[in-house]
């Protein structure tokens, strides 16, 4: 690009210190910010109430610049994904999956992931680089330009809802991600309120509390197993932070509460997590937790080593926890033909991948 600073995913202090720095008085960054994340726009000219001559300062030294969109693939069930650009060519996939008059934004946090969950398409991508604070706002301006949601609706909104469940493991990259979407929460600019927020973790234990008292934002947990040998296997993190210590840390969630409970996220997969006993395990271990249970039939992607469990086992499953008092919807996949569904995302960079082949054509 240009060389120009972008303002994109600069905090407000910041945008202040950008004002000053180029001899403004820092108020200046209110109305920039305004017009940036409230009325969506990308032109210096068009900010009608800054000065012509703060107009042209700003032309000169920053952009206001979204990642590229490579590609934009829409599901028949309505589901869009962007395959999404860096500027130095690295790729992260953005998922927004619609409800009928609203619809949840699916965010990823790193290219890549730092960790190798075993079901996890995402997980066989090794790690590349954590993305920026104004890649991952960047991702959810690319949704409201879709929609055209500018200026920032008070209500009826399509991208009511955002979840950092897309790759890459959020806790891995905490301050960009609370950076980032401190951004995003700013009642003066893009205003998603925390209740509509949801990040999920593997279970990157210390950084849990930070993420309740900072954001407040709800708790997703990715449980998939109720013993540790077992979630040794499919989360290897859990090898780090076992289940006990896991759970400890959900009893603590600053922002936790039997109105707002945590979500616990299990994949079903056939044969290996999914008998009667492990849902009567998951209830006595939850039973002190402030919790609601996500059933995710399992996603299959090329190379995957496991299937999902049928749907009669998937609903035996969900009706023993509700016997026993918890909650334990199934959720719908939603655009498994683009590859778009929890788990299936993945993208390599157009080097990464060239430098793959270059090696494969080397002789032995
Ligand atoms: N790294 C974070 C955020 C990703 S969220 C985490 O692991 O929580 C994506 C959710 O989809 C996680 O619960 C993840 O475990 C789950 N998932 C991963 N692969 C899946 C697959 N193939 N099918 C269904 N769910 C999957
Ligand atoms: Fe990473 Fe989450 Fe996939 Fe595990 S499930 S490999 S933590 S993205």
Redesign the pocket.
Known sequence: MSGKTNLIGLGRDELSAELAAIGEKPFRAKQLWHWIYHRGAREFAGMTTLGGDLRRKLAENYVVALPEIITEQRSNDGTRKWLVGTEDDNRVEAVYIPEEDRGAMCISSQVG?T?A?T????GTQKLVRNLTAGEIVGQFMIGRDSYGEWPSPKEGRMLSNIV???M???LFNTDNVIKALTIIMDGDGLSVSKRRITL???GVVPEIERVGRELGVGL???L?AVTDELRDVL?PINRKYPIEELLRACRDYPAASNARRITF?Y?MLDGVNDSPAEAREMARLLKDVPAKINL??????PG?IYDCTPAPRIRKFSETLNDLGLSAPIRVPRGRDILA????LKSESVRAHKAKLADTALPA
Do not use: R
């Open positions: 992931c960790l969950c079901f996890c398409h995402t950092m469940m897309g890459g493991e959020p999920s973790t593997s997703a947990i990715s998939h989360v996220e994949v995710i039939p399992f996603n299959k992607w995957a569904a929890c788990g299936q």
